[in-house]
């Protein structure tokens, strides 16, 4: 499912197998935090789609409007 996607330089890949996630599971615990990747974008898309949202105005076409009968 993952081939051909993009990904970070701070990816780990293993095999399906018990050992192999281990392995590389004490790898990342032996060597700390990586530094930061931002392929998919830096953080900030909640307060950039609240900026467009806050100002976008619907064009209203109809009303609803109810008649006693």
Do not use: W
């Not at 935090?33 to 392929?39: A, N």
């Not at 467009?52 to 209203?60: L, M, N, Q, S």
Request: glycine letters at 8%.
């Amino acid at each position: 499912r993952q081939i051909g996607r993009e990904r970070g330089s701070n990816l780990i890949e293993a095999e399906m197998q018990a050992d192999s996630i281990y392995e590389k599971v004490e790898h990342q615990i032996n060597h700390g935090p990586y530094v930061g990747c931002q392929i998919y974008g830096d953080g900030n898309a909640s307060k950039q789609i609240t900026k467009i949202i806050k100002k976008f105005k619907p064009k209203v076409q109809k009303k609803i409007s109810y008649v006693d009968q």
